[in-house]
């Protein structure tokens, strides 16, 4: 049985059969993370979808920045942005399908030391606290609650993680730090504002992968394709897979038991 992570596909779905081809990849034998983001500003966002679901138990998937806003435009009342290439999604026959089954999605899976999550995870987070809060925005997601909560998640504030922080502000600080972390500060506050590479840090702000953590997981993760999947200066062990694939650069797969890394050239642009 062979493992492998593979990065943001963001609807790059003629490059993730090409990459599943190079792979040999085969559902009955073996097992596909996938780091987030399946979604938008690519062409192929609904045979994406598709695809992935229909590896079942083969493929383990995680929501993204892009996912969470796919489910917060078709549940939550958010709108469409000009740069989204959502619709054919919204407009598919089988749409409500494909949303139940993203909305049973987490924010991080584990296995063993290796824990994949989309952005990244706090350092302040120990490996099984971030699963725990993780598995929060999980089942409020999956319960009669999910279409409000969607509705309250969008916001920047609170930009820091407390312990003692509840009800959605709580949860919005669990999101954001999964989905959308980049840079943040000594105190583990989160900027949302600088999204290139490493020279748009702010003043005061690193990536969060460059802070030491008391635990030592290997952290695969999506989202920051500015970095083509390189992690300089990093103080944890952590893996970037997002090599923006969608802005004419490769679709990345990390062979989760050998550390290879396998990668297709883009087809965008
Ligand atoms: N709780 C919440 N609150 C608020 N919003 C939420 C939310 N949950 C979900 N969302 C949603 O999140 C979505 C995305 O928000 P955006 O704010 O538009 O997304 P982003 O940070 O740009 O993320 P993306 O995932 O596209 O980043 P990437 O590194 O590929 O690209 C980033 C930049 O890197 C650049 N880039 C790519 N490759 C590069 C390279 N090799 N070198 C330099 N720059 C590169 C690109 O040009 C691009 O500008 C929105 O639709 C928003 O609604």
Redesign the pocket.
């Known amino acids: 049985m062979a493992r492998y992570a593979v990065g ?1 596909l ?1 609807g790059c779905h003629r490059e993730f059969v090409a990459l599943l081809e190079r792979l040999a990849f085969d559902p009955h034998r073996d097992q596909l993370w996938l780091a987030g ?1 399946l979604v ?2 690519g062409p192929g966002s609904l045979d994406c979808l598709r695809e992935v679901r229909a590896l079942g138990d083969a493929a383990r998937v995680i929501l ?3 996912d ?2 796919l489910l ?1 435009v078709a549940r939550g009342g ?1 709108t469409l ?1 000009r ?2 290439t959502l619709d054919a999604i919204l407009a598919a026959a089988d749409r409500d399908s494909l949303l139940d089954w993203l909305m049973q999605q987490p924010l991080a899976v584990a296995e063993g030391e290796q824990l994949m999550v989309h952005a990244g995870i706090l350092p302040q987070w120990s490996l099984p606290l971030g699963l725990g809060l993780a598995d929060e925005v999980r089942q409020r997601l999956g319960s009669e609650h999910g279409g409000a909560f969607l509705e309250q ?4 504030q609170p930009a820091c993680w407390r312990d003692d922080l509840d009800g959605i502000e709580r949860l ?1 600080v669990i ?2 730090a999964f ?2 972390m980049r840079f943040i500060d000594a105190d583990g506050c989160l900027d949302f504002a600088a ?3 490493l020279d748009s840090a702010p003043r005061g702000f690193a990536p969060w992968f460059s802070y030491p953590r008391a635990d030592d997981p290997q952290i695969i993760f999506g ?4 970095l ?1 999947g390189h992690t300089p200066g990093a103080r944890v062990r952590a893996e970037a897979l ?1 090599t ?1 694939c ?2 004419g ?1 490769s679709l990345t797969a990390l062979d989760l038991d050998s550390g290879e890394r396998i990668s297709v050239p883009s087809q965008q642009r």
């Not at 998640?153 to 920047?156: A, F, K, P, R």
């Not at 989202?223 to 500015?226: S, T, V």
């Open positions: 943001d963001q983001d938008n500003r993204g920045n892009h969470l806003h917060a958010a942005k740069s989204d998640m969008y916001g920047n919005r999101v954001n989905t959308r999204k290139e590479g989202h920051w394709a500015a083509e997002d923006g969608v802005w650069g």
